[in-house]
């Protein structure tokens, strides 16, 4: 069956770096399109970054372009997000998720499996 085991998470003080790993298993990862999502307490889920098939297309929120990089590694099936000059606001339980199509999104409803998630919190 698919599975999706989000690692990583931790306390960070801001300004620190992180890096989230997603493993997946059960199906092609190579043939697939992943995200990241974020859900921050008391706040709704938030589309955070995509990546193609092949790992040399990416797509990326306002919210964390320039400090945020996904990349992932097919030959190992597993997604990172390299998460750099982290804020406060990026506190959240970080979700990677599979794609239903070869498309880029940040619309949830077209992703159809997802992590439990690994949790994020940036404190001083």
């Known amino acids: 069956q698919v599975q999706l085991v989000e690692s990583g998470g931790g306390l960070v003080q801001p300004g620190g770096s992180l890096r989230l790993s997603c493993a997946a298993s059960g199906f092609t990862f190579s043939s697939y399109y992943m995200s990241w999502v974020r859900r921050a307490p008391g706040k709704g889920p938030e589309w955070v970054s995509a990546?193609?098939?092949?790992?040399?297309?990416?797509r990326y929120a306002d919210s964390v372009k320039g400090r945020f990089t996904i990349s992932r590694d097919n030959a190992k099936n597993i997604m990172y997000l390299q998460m750099n000059n982290l804020k406060p606001e990026d506190t959240a339980l970080y979700y990677c998720?599979?794609?239903?199509?070869?498309?880029?999104?940040?619309?949830?409803?077209?992703?159809?499996?997802w992590g439990q998630g690994t949790q994020v919190t940036v404190s001083s």
């Open positions: 998720g599979r794609a239903r199509e070869k498309e880029f999104s940040n619309a949830l409803i077209d992703y159809d499996y």
């Open positions: 990546i193609n098939t092949g790992g040399g297309s990416t």
